[in-house]
């Protein structure tokens, strides 16, 4: 490969001003990543309840029994080979607070998320099973929202004022003021048990549940509700982003320069202002996706989906705050992870905008 | 610090000129319009806009004047098992007009009583995160530097937290009931708005007159409430209007997770939560309910918008 040493000069210093960016973005990672888990911890320390009663159950444990466990879960003091440490009196010693914060800091930096209270399992493998569900509904609904949520804007915006666009106004504000689960519990009554009572039977969609060997409809139809259910707020924000934005290309002087070189209608929108105007919808989808990435507990709950934020949720009415902390912890570095790439995707989408030159931080 | 001007004229100047500053001094006619004025006149014509306050007004009658005339709340008191057993879950009727929930009780008179909750919740949390968010966003905004920094990665690590979990996790320390359920949302909420008013400062704070006040030796806190906070008010009112629908949901999404506002205090969410379960038998039990949030958040985004368009507030993040 040759090219001119200008265009590589440039090109080379481009790719220094990204890295750049992305270090700087990762710096700035760490004290959110720092105060998110401070103030789990601190949420975990200031809630009623002592976690030995959790682990034992209704159990009544000896007194050894109830040491190991504490020891096991660093709530007292070990020495290097896990042997308890006594003070003069004979009695344990517990683990000052900070200490327990910078033990839980150093154990997530190696990988080790803790040990769930009720199960006895690694919050690892718990949430390794249960994020794939979360994922899998994720990318069903970005695939509903980009595809139904850009196509209603674009429509919405060509034929403006006309019966279309009032029509997805209409929709759009509504799915944008009501609750996501009402929609997933009156989705459920529509497909699963109207149309069962009205087909008798033969037509239905599954309400509850994901696929599995005694599943009585085809894998696939599980994701239809739940899958709408999460995507429909956003899919409403993203049509109205995609018809403002469309608008606003329109407007702009090179697509006036289109029309008088005699170009249709059509091949404007198609060659010139679809480019333009999807660049953030498109971000905002990237960011969604992102969000849907957290968990959707509503979602999650309504539909009996065992993803990682009805896991969460359940978690956190059982106590049970290591999972609590671990599936938190790993979620807001997914959300961070994916916002840095939807950014650096920004710059590379759209040439005008140039990484760490803007003044975007507040 | 002396100044030869007494303190209270120099400060009056000051005022006059923010005024004139703020674009809203009198107008050709001679009659003295405020920004205020000017704004209700626009907002008027905005139709949706009207509907929707009137509707929000509507909610806001009825439900403190419910104590008045909706009959029934907890049944018949001197209804027998069996009785309350005849009248469980009946189907919407004249004289129910959306039914009767599992003990009897008329389903209609449990929405308007949930819409105090609701309401309550939707505007106390709203102002609990918009008094946080205005003394953090000022700070940040007028003395900035090390502030700035601290107040702002504060807001990112609220913000970098999953928003529901946040605040189920919050419930979960501090209990639930509806003082727990405003603390927690009120506490959470106060990241953006923090954010709009400081951009909102920052913005107003670039202006001749700020200088002139400050050069006239008023003080830091004087500054702030006479000129920076009537100049930056018309966004709060917005971004608030706003808040209070999402307030509302986040409410209704609490207690229908069962961490809200505990039965049998009605709320909105803890009415849909509790006709879950006769999804199949008695859907009528979730509908109105739903409707009622549906439809008071959607007044309160509407009323928002057409205030936003009134006051000619230009949002970053609508």
Sequence with gaps: MSCAAARCKNQMREGIAVIKYIAKRILQFIPVFLGVTLILFIMQNVVPGDPIKLIAGERKLDPTTEMNIRAAHGLIETDADGNIIYDENGDTIPTSMPKRYVNYLTDLLQGDLGTSYQRGTPVSSIILQKYPYTVQLALVAIVIEAIVGIGAGIISAIKRYSFWDVLVTLVTSLLVAMPAFWLGMLLQLIFGIWLKGATGGAVSLPISGVAGPRALYPDWMYYILPAITLASVSTAYTARIMRSQLLDVMNQDYIRTAKAKGLSKGAIIRKHALKNALIPVVTYVGMDFGAMLAGAILTETVFSWPGIGRETYVAITQRDWPIVMGSVTVIVVVVMVINLIVDVSYAFLDPRIRLGSSKNEG | ?318
Excluded: C
């Design chain 2, 1 to 318: 610090m002396n100044y030869p001007v007494s303190r209270p004229d120099a400060q009056a100047y000051a005022d006059s000129i923010a005024v004139e500053h703020s674009g809203v001094a009198s107008a050709d006619s001679g009659k003295s319009r405020t920004l205020w004025g000017d704004a209700l006149g626009r907002l008027k014509k905005n139709k949706l806009a009207v509907i929707a306050a009137i509707w929000i007004l509507f909610i806001i009658v009825i439900a403190l004047s419910a104590d008045l005339w909706v009959p029934q709340v907890l049944g018949d008191p001197n209804s027998t098992a069996a009785n309350m057993a005849a009248e469980s879950r009946l189907p919407p009727s004249l004289e129910h007009p959306f039914g009767t929930d599992t003990l009897g009780r008329d389903v209609l008179s449990r929405v308007i009583y949930g819409a105090r909750i609701s309401l309550t919740v939707g505007v106390v949390a709203t102002g609990i995160s918009t008094a946080i968010g205005l003394v953090m966003g000022a700070i940040a905004a007028y003395y900035g530097g090390i502030w700035d920094t601290i107040i702002m990665r504060l807001a990112d690590i609220f913000l970098a937290f999953p928003y529901t979990l946040f605040v189920i996790a919050m419930i979960a320390v501090i209990g639930n009931g509806i003082q727990n359920v405003f603390i927690a949302i009120g506490i959470l909420g106060w990241p953006s708005i923090a954010r709009v008013f400081r951009s909102a400062i920052l913005s107003v704070k670039q202006n001749d007159y700020v200088d002139a006040a400050r050069a006239m030796g008023a003080s830091d806190l004087r500054i702030i409430a006479r000129h920076i906070f009537p100049n930056s008010v018309a966004s709060i009112v917005v971004y608030a209007t706003m808040n209070i629908g999402g307030a509302i949901l986040t409410e209704s999404a609490l207690s229908f997770l069962g961490m809200g506002v505990v039965p049998p205090d009605p709320s909105w969410g803890t009415l849909i939560q509790s006709g879950q379960q006769y999804l199949q038998t008695e859907p009528w039990l979730m509908v109105l309910p739903g409707l009622a949030i549906l439809s008071t958040v959607l007044a309160f985004t509407l009323l928002g918008d057409g205030l936003r368009d009134a006051l000619d507030v230009k949002m970053k993040d609508a």
